[in-house]
């Protein structure tokens, strides 16, 4: 075929395709929320610091995600982005149909009343402490001109504090006041709700009921929900959890349940390296240190898997030279 019968809307949708392609495909950009090469860079008095290098992360809508990763990370300042509150240096963030980079500050204001709801770990930050559980659920939705005692109700009922519904802050427990704050932060019926931290302050128990509302709503409501935290134990709760480390996720730990030969339901825990699109992946810091890799491996592809190997010590390199 002569390129001369090409119009140039063809190549430009050809180049397009291809760049698509070598992106992974046009599915790869497809989720409910999107980060793609997201970078933020911090100046101060003339110093720089990377917190987000190249943050990839694609979660699909309805899936209930933990994002972990040790403090300096890069946690609060992707979750601060998420959340319409800071912006990227460059890369592309996009949630349920925004795009983050260059938002209005009009569509940043309807982005951040109706799209997206927030937990954070202090109480005070969710909750008013001079109003009743109730009163607090329904503030939202006064706001919004929409008030519904009954929703109010059913949304305490979800995440299982309807017995404190007349109880303020003050009286209530530290995992109540957490699912208090869930139930305000699904008063305007969010599409995605962020959790910072939800139950760094407490005991496990009491983290396990969190996680339990977290959960119930997510099933019933079908929001999507992001939990960030530096607590890897936080990844036994949920299906799938993305490590983040120097500010790109790393790897990931999906979690799912299969009925084994027995009839017994059997937890099968697998966890996967991040590959990003120039083929770079990050190993687990424990695979690394379980073989004392360092400086370089040795790779061997085979038919369905590729071998890394601890590399060659400089005396073996030496004795074969
Ligand atoms: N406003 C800022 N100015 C300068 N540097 C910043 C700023 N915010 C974050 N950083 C730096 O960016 C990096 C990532 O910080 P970030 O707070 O996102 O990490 P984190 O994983 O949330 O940690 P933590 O759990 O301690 O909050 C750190 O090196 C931090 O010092």
Redesign the pocket.
């Known amino acids: 075929m002569g390129s001369a019968d090409s119009t140039l809307a063809d190549l430009e949708r050809r180049a397009a395709a291809r760049a698509a392609a070598r992106a992974g495909g046009q599915d790869r950009l497809s989720g409910h929320i999107v980060c793609d090469g997201l970078v933020?860079i911090?100046r101060?008095e003339g110093v720089e610091?990377?917190?987000?290098q190249g943050l990839d992360l694609v979660v699909d809508r309805g899936e209930l995600l933990a994002v972990v990763?040790?403090?300096?990370?890069?946690?609060?300042?992707?979750?601060?982005i998420l959340s319409g509150l800071d912006e990227p240096t460059a890369g592309m963030a996009r949630v349920a149909g925004y795009e983050l980079l260059g938002m209005s500050a009009r569509k940043r204001l309807e982005y951040r009343r109706r799209i997206v709801g927030f937990v954070w770990q202090q109480t005070a930050r969710n909750l008013l402490p001079y109003l009743t559980a109730r009163e607090n659920v329904e503030l939202p939705m006064r706001l919004a001109g929409s008030r519904k005692r009954d929703r109010a109700m059913e949304l305490l009922d979800m995440v299982g504090v309807t017995g404190r519904a007349d109880a303020r802050p003050d009286q209530m427990s530290g995992g109540e006041q957490q699912r208090c704050a869930v139930a305000v932060a699904l008063a305007n019926d969010p599409e995605v709700l962020f959790a910072d931290?939800p139950t760094g302050e407490l005991d496990e128990a009491t983290a396990d009921e969190v996680f339990g509302a977290l959960r119930t709503v997510n099933a019933e409501l079908g929001v999507t929900v992001v939990v960030?935290t530096?607590d890897m134990n936080v990844a036994g709760h949920v299906r799938r959890a993305v490590a983040?480390r120097d500010?790109k996720t790393a790897s990931e730990v999906r979690r799912s349940a299969r009925i084994g030969a027995d009839g017994t339901e059997q937890h099968v825990t697998e966890e996967y390296a991040v590959l990003d699109r120039a083929g770079r992946l990050q190993l687990p810091a424990a695979f690394v240190e379980a073989l004392s890799l360092r400086d370089r491996v040795r790779l061997n592809l085979e038919p369905d898997h590729v071998e890394v190997r601890p590399g060659s010590s400089d005396r073996s390199v030496e004795d074969q030279a």
């Open positions: 933020r911090f101060t610091v990377v917190a987000l990763g040790a403090s300096g990370s890069g946690k609060s300042t992707m979750l601060n931290e960030v530096h983040i500010g």
